[in-house]
């Protein structure tokens, strides 16, 4: 500790602690393999996907609450119905289910390989295009066929590849394709029977729940608020408000899981009918959209490119007509004449100006009927056009009148003829 301004600083010592250095990995060049995890073999591969495990809770569920709860309460012969179609739908379902997850979906090179659960490398680009390439998986090292796709979540080349669903937590590829569409199937069977059954009880417990109390358990309770759950085995006792929650409650998740599951067989009926799979659906869109961003991308460019060249036109075509107007002898004509006549002007008012000047000084700010008269003569002399001298001369020839001044002012009068 050392004492610095009267505070006490802790010695700081850079050379006495081990520094967190990070150390190159192996296998970072790009020209190397890395080794990586080891192939799933199925869907019980650990570790489970989240989607898999709510997919299994939700399962649960709806089986608890359906023979548990609702069908139990239907009269008869209806709960006899229920509990056969819903059971062989929900059995139907858990069994395809498991074969789907069950089931290794990868190609039978692959899993003929001793070494199949070893580590692969993981794929490097710096060395090949592809992951398969020529029939050939690099990564695999198998010769796999044409429809064969090597999925990079499992690690491993599935046969008849269509997608790698995350709530099976594996492929869905040639081997257990029909064992996942009947599951799908089996589902929207069972979760609409459920709806259907969980209405009925919804619209009778307001109509005549006498209907819905049918069982011998019911015959020692009075009232009806009081209602009974897992028949027969372990009844127990809940409220009107607690059936009608739960009943709600379940409907809200029937619809969704309907919906999705409608949309997924819509989806899969419809590459049944174009005769493909996921995975060249997917191919084939995401290609559309490439051609079609490049396309626009040329068309912009295109645009681009003819704006330019119009406007470089325009320039080109407005300095041309600019240079040709100004060379041309006419426009040059055109400027010497109206130079002239506005200096001809400008000096022709600049004379009636002082001559105005001069006249209002000597009748000291008086005007007459003769003086207005002249200066709009004169006024009239300025704007016309100038007459030949040939014409002047003319009319100086035919008539002279001698002019003399009138002793009271400075206005001009002519003299008469006949004083002379």
Aim: glycine letters at 4%; proline letters at 6%.
């Amino acid at each position: 500790m050392t004492v610095y301004c009267g505070f006490r600083v802790k010695e700081m010592n850079c050379f006495g602690r081990r520094f967190r250095r990070t150390v190159p990995t192996r296998g970072s060049s790009k020209s190397e393999l890395v080794p990586f995890r080891t192939p799933r073999i199925n869907g019980w591969s650990w570790p489970p996907q989240p989607l898999q495990v709510v997919g299994w809770v939700v399962y649960i569920y709806l089986t608890v609450v359906s023979f548990g709860i609702f069908i139990p309460l239907l009269p008869r012969p209806w709960n006899a119905m229920s509990y056969a179609i819903s059971g062989s739908l929900f059995l139907l379902h858990f069994f395809t289910n498991i074969a789907t997850v069950t089931i290794d979906p990868a190609d039978l090179t692959v899993r003929a390989k001793k070494n199949y659960s070893s580590p692969l490398p993981l794929f490097d680009k710096a060395k090949q295009a592809h992951v398969i390439q020529d029939l050939h998986c690099y990564l695999c090292d198998v010769n796999v066929g044409p429809k064969v796709k090597h999925c990079g979540i499992c690690n491993k080349c599935v046969e008849g590849f269509d997608h790698h669903c995350k709530w099976l937590n594996t492929c869905v590829g040639q081997r257990n394709y029909w064992f996942f569409f009947v599951a799908l199937i089996s589902a929207i069977l069972a979760v609409f029977i459920l709806t259907v059954v969980i209405l009925f009880i919804f619209v009778q417990h307001y109509l005549d729940p006498h209907i819905l109390r049918t069982h011998p358990q019911f015959g020692t309770m009075l009232g009806n608020t009081t209602w009974l759950v897992f028949l027969p085995l372990a009844p127990v006792k809940t409220s009107s408000a607690g059936l009608l929650t739960l009943a709600f409650v379940t409907v809200l998740l029937c619809v969704v899981c309907m919906l999705l599951f409608c949309h997924l067989l819509g989806f899969h009926l419809y590459l049944f009918y174009k005769g493909i799979s996921t995975y060249d659906h997917v191919k084939n869109k995401r290609e559309k959209q490439d051609r079609r961003q490049k396309t626009e991308s040329k068309s912009a460019s295109a645009c681009s490119l003819k704006s330019y060249t119009c406007s470089q036109e325009n320039r080109d075509a407005s300095n041309n007509c600019e240079e040709t107007f100004s060379q041309s002898p006419g426009f040059a004509n055109t400027n010497q004449l109206s130079c002239r006549l506005s200096d001809s002007i400008c000096i022709e008012l600049e004379n009636f100006k002082k001559s105005a000047e001069k006249e209002n000084s000597f009748n000291y700010g008086t005007e007459n009927p003769t003086q207005n008269e002249t200066r709009s003569m004169s006024m009239s002399v300025i704007m016309s056009p100038k007459p030949d001298r040939h014409e002047e001369d003319q009319g100086t020839s035919e008539k002279l009148t001698p002019e003399a001044q009138d002793p009271l002012g400075c206005s001009v009068m002519a003299q008469d003829p006949t004083s002379q």
